[in-house]
């Protein structure tokens, strides 16, 4: 079955700073990669994804980028802000199935 | 917007009891899904539903675990003797088909005693 590895497991940045956090996923029928981002004690949110037939997506200060030949794909916010801080969650779905396999988390810390 | 809810947020129960947690989905959604989050580690899925039938369920959704949409607007799990280590966040999800955005509820948080 899928195996989404994510690195790093915590990030620390300067508000201002870019963060990065990359995935990588194990089963080439997956086609789709959602980013969730999860704060204290709520649910996660989504907060952009990407299909395989892109290979970059833009949303304001976040952006997504897949490598389907190397299986990663990786989150980009710039500007960083400190409501930026939360864990965030990589996760791939495969074709035939509808729950996602998620990472093990990013814990981001933007500082003021 | 439309979101998921879920209740209760908190549900506290002692070991060997049943509980039974709700969810209601997007109200045009028409796959939902059960998964949980152990404290500090990421989220697992437990079974997805659609059709009115279970169409995915992983290694932890055993014989203890069942879901059902008793209505048009609810879906439920059911833990049926509670272990200590079903203590966690669960979280009910749905999406509107097999390949589109995919939702979640803000959980709720499990604690057996």
């Known amino acids: 079955g899928e195996n989404v590895e994510q690195h790093p497991s915590t990030l620390s940045v300067q508000e201002g700073d870019s963060a990065v956090i990359k995935c990588t996923y194990s089963?080439?029928?997956?086609?789709?990669f959602p980013w969730y981002k999860q704060e204290l004690g709520k649910g996660p949110q989504l907060i952009i994804d990407?299909?395989?037939?892109?290979g970059e997506k833009k949303d304001q200060r976040i952006a997504v980028t897949l490598n389907k030949t190397a299986k990663h794909f990786s989150l980009h916010i710039t500007e960083t802000q400190p409501e930026d801080s939360a864990v965030y969650f990589c996760?791939?779905?495969?074709?035939?199935?509808?729950?996602?396999?998620f990472g093990k988390g990013t814990k981001l810390s933007v500082k003021p | 917007e439309p979101e998921v809810t879920q209740t209760p947020s908190h549900q506290v129960t002692q070991m060997g009891q049943e509980v039974i947690l709700r969810c209601v989905p997007i109200?045009?959604?028409?796959?939902f899904y059960w998964y949980r989050q152990i404290l500090g580690q990421k989220v697992e899925f437990l079974v997805s539903?659609?059709?009115?039938?279970?169409?995915?369920k992983s290694e932890i959704f055993d014989d203890q675990f069942s879901v059902e949409r008793p209505d048009g607007s609810n879906f439920t799990l059911k833990i049926r003797s509670t272990k200590l280590e079903d203590s966690a966040m669960y979280f009910c999800?749905?999406?509107?088909?097999?390949?589109?955005?995919?939702?979640f509820g803000p959980g709720t948080r499990l604690t057996v005693t």
């Open positions: 996760a791939a779905r495969a074709k035939s199935q509808g729950n996602l396999i």
């Open positions: 089963d080439s029928a997956s086609n789709y």
């Open positions: 990407i299909r395989s037939n892109v």
């Open positions: 109200s045009n959604h028409l796959y």
């Open positions: 539903f659609y059709n009115n039938e279970i169409s995915e």
């Open positions: 999800a749905s999406d509107g088909q097999g390949v589109s955005e995919q939702y």
